[in-house]
């Protein structure tokens, strides 16, 4: 199957400083992916959705001057946590679908993030 | 509003076999979703439905109802491996994924 990847795979940074996570569709373009956030023992939460040549779309009560999304082609989103702090710690998943109709979707292996 | 609904956790013995439930509730509809987690993994894609029926997959089988908004996973010959937690997801008329929070599947010897 299709592969994406992330990168980094985990980061620990200090309170205040910024972050970028890069997700990559290695063999297929993808023209949207999906950024989510997931919490310990939680299901995923969709954060946004990122769309090559675009602006993303933030769901409801996602900060979009704090998670900045860039769909810089088609192979590459980056979503970059601004100041980040301690309750931004998490599991950060991108996918990207394939398929008529998105009935494909490829995960990323996820980043962990920690603040201090 | 958009729900999904799947039991919390669930406990099975090594060689039987298993049926995780979920129900949904979508604005529209364009598929029924299974992914496979382990613990500090991302998800693994292990089925899709989008007509009613059953389809086989190996030792995995998906059902969908779409009448009843219902769905399960079915796993045979339970392995330990297969410990983890299964998430049922549902794709609405935009195309996005509404998430289940997970069955969390204890496997013991």
């Known amino acids: ?57 933030y769901e409801q009560g996602v900060e979009k001057d704090k998670f900045l999304i860039n769909h810089a082609s088609l192979t590459l989103s980056t979503l970059t946590v601004t100041s980040a702090h301690p309750e931004d710690s998490s599991f950060y998943i991108c996918s990207a679908p394939m398929g008529r109709d998105y009935n494909e979707q490829f995960f990323g292996p996820g980043t962990r993030l920690t603040v201090l | 509003g958009q729900n999904i609904d799947q039991p919390t956790e669930m406990t099975a013995t090594e060689g039987a076999i298993v049926q995780i439930n979920c129900t949904y509730q979508t604005s529209g509809f364009n598929g029924l979703f299974w992914y496979q987690q382990h613990a500090g993994e991302a998800p693994t894609f292990l089925s899709y439905n989008v007509l009613d029926g059953l389809e086989e997959k190996g030792r995995f089988s998906s059902f969908l109802s779409r009448s009843k908004g219902y769905s399960y996973l079915l796993l045979k010959e339970l392995q330990m491996k297969d410990s983890a937690s299964y998430l049922c997801a549902a794709m609405d008329s935009n195309y996005q994924l509404i998430w289940g929070a997970g069955t969390k599947l204890i496997i013991k010897p």
């Open chain 1, 1 to 57: 199957g299709a592969v994406v990847s992330q990168h980094p795979s985990w980061v620990i940074c200090k309170s205040g400083t910024s972050v970028k996570i890069e997700c990559r569709s290695l063999d297929f373009q993808a023209t949207t992916m999906f950024w989510y956030r997931q919490f310990p023992k939680q299901s995923l939460m969709l954060m946004a959705t990122s769309n090559e040549g675009s602006k993303a779309t």
